[in-house]
T-cell receptor, first 112, second 112 residues
């Protein structure tokens, strides 16, 4: 049973525009969420996190939004750059657990 | 500060064999988690080690086992390899079990 879902396998965006990657979860006990970026032949790189006490967290060009009532989070990248082309994974955990549950990833292509 | 390292990078084994994968955690981190990432999927949690003790396990059979050493490095052992064990194996370290996890580059295992 997939507790974290990324329903868009791929996304293409023009350079300079906004990229919006979405993630849904089913477990209401999840209270900590992360986004990772992965290039081929490399491990996932941590990008940004958010805890359930917040609804927004910003770090440079990256902003994560959390809507707890909808069990939905999104990652906004503004402006998008060609180097952002990668697979993005969202992950979630609860404070009673020790594992992160990952989505299946969204492949972002930023077109120059 | 040294990041998470894994060895070997690639490995080819035949069905029924045994394999050992290794991971060195990031300095200051005492928790190591192992994940399996099959093609087109997100990472799936295998187990976590905290201060040399197993601290949680995902839905993997007992032929997947691990160790953590006093320096917090870790091994993943897989016995009686099956074709479906072919995947990227990722190691992640963190300060605690529920904290942000930082990944190594992974070991690509191919079972023939």
């Amino acid at each position: 049973d997939q507790q974290v879902k990324q329903n868009s396998p791929s996304l293409s965006v023009q350079e300079g525009r906004i990229s919006i990657l979405n993630c849904d979860y089913t477990n209401s006990m999840f209270d900590y969420f992360l986004w990772y970026k992965k290039y081929p032949a490399e491990g996932p790189t941590f990008l940004i996190s958010i805890s359930s006490i917040k609804d927004k967290n910003e770090d440079g060009r990256f902003t994560v939004f959390l809507n707890k009532s909808a069990k939905h989070l999104s990652l906004h990248i503004v402006p998008s750059q060609p180097g952002d082309s990668a697979v993005y994974f969202c992950a979630a955990s609860s404070n009673t657990g020790n594992q992160f549950y990952f989505g299946t990833g969204t492949s972002l292509t930023v077109i120059p | 500060e040294t990041g998470v390292t894994q060895s070997p990078t690639h490995l080819i084994k035949t069905r029924g064999q045994q394999v050992t994968l290794r991971c060195s955690s990031q300095s200051g981190h005492n928790t190591v988690s192992w994940y399996q990432q099959a093609l087109g999927q997100g990472p799936q949690f295998i187990f976590q080690y905290y201060r040399e003790e197993e601290n949680g396990r995902g839905n993997f059979p007992p032929r997947f086992s691990g160790l953590q050493f006093p320096n917090y490095s870790s091994e993943l052992n897989v016995n009686a390899l099956e074709l479906d064990d072919s995947a990227l194996y990722l190691c992640a370290s963190s300060r605690t079990g529920a904290d942000t996890q930082y990944f190594g580059p992974g070991t690509r295992l191919t079972v023939l």
